[in-house]
């Protein structure tokens, strides 16, 4: 059988707020028993990588930091990338201010190059104040994501989306978004696993990002119906994952799926890198 992983989306498919979905662990233990390579994929910028790693511990997951890719991860490297050492603004928390810092980036109340936005509880007028006229003043507005809202233990509050349409309402200027569904994140994390596109299958609860990112990639797709999304919504969209399952619990013996259970990836869609040798291969 070829080399194949997984990018897992976490809440709604591995957990729902601090409630582990039921056969989750045993799909995580039999990817680290059978050693499948595999990544979390989140768009929560709040926590850094150790925090994720220690929550889903305390739910019986026993992963390692190197298992987690958050946007805030991904927002950093591409700036660091595209302008290394350069200064940001943030609206956000401990895992997008470390994700900066880890890659040179300082943190200023002045004259960024970028306002960088991301989840956060502590957002006040004055914060957005600030970001607006930097962001008028010619600073580049980065959102880590576009979520519109996100799930609580007592309801909805919201997401980091709903802050940058704000900013997006009141300057006039439109966001870059880094998180998923955006081509950055999803194929840094698959490089990350040193995947090929073909290789690689996308697991998420939510149709809008993980699904959308995952067909745009060429990736394979799996959706849980443990999330956000219903049978019923399927219906409404244009585009579809290849396989549908009630939980990750239908994944559980993550090897027999993948061989068995869902179609070979479409190697047409990989990186060429012998561009000669395709062509001859294709003429």
């Known amino acids: 059988m070829m080399r194949n992983g997984f990018l897992i989306d976490m809440d709604g498919v591995i957990y729902r707020g601090s409630q582990l979905i039921p056969g989750a662990d045993r799909f995580i233990n039999a990817l680290l028993a059978q050693e499948i390579p595999f990544l979390f994929l989140t768009n929560n910028s709040q926590r850094t990588r150790r925090d994720v ?52 980036y300082s943190i200023v109340d002045h004259a960024p190059d970028f306002v960088v936005v991301g989840e956060g509880r502590t957002i006040t007028l004055d914060t957005l104040e600030h970001a ?35 900013l997006e309402t009141v300057t006039g200027r439109k966001a870059f978004s880094v998180g998923k569904p955006s081509p950055i994140m999803m194929r840094a994390a698959r490089k990350e696993l040193m995947l090929t596109t073909s290789q690689t299958v996308m697991v998420g609860d939510t149709m809008e990002t993980d699904i959308l990112g995952g067909v745009q990639m060429g990736y394979r797709t799996v959706l849980t119906l443990t999330g956000s999304t219903k049978r019923e919504d399927l219906d409404k969209y244009a585009f579809g994952p290849d396989v549908v399952v009630e939980s990750v619990a239908e994944l559980g013996d993550p090897g027999n799926f ?18 000669n ?6 003429a």
């Open 258 to 275: 993948l061989e068995f259970k869902i179609s070979q990836g479409n190697k047409e869609d990989d990186t060429v890198n012998d561009l």
């Open 132 to 166: 607006v006229n930097m962001i008028l003043g010619g600073a580049k507005l980065i959102a880590t994501n576009m979520d519109p809202n996100c799930p609580t233990k007592t309801g909805t509050r919201p997401g980091c989306g709903a802050t940058v349409s704000y």
């Open 53 to 104: 790693t220690t929550k889903l511990q305390r739910m019986g997951i026993e992963v390692e930091e190197r298992h987690i890719f958050t946007c805030a991860m991904a927002t950093a490297r591409f700036l660091a990338k595209h302008k290394p050492g350069g200064t940001a603004y943030v609206i956000g928390e401990g895992g997008l201010l470390q994700a900066l810092h880890h890659n040179g």
């Open 277 to 282: 040798a395709w062509r001859l291969a294709n």
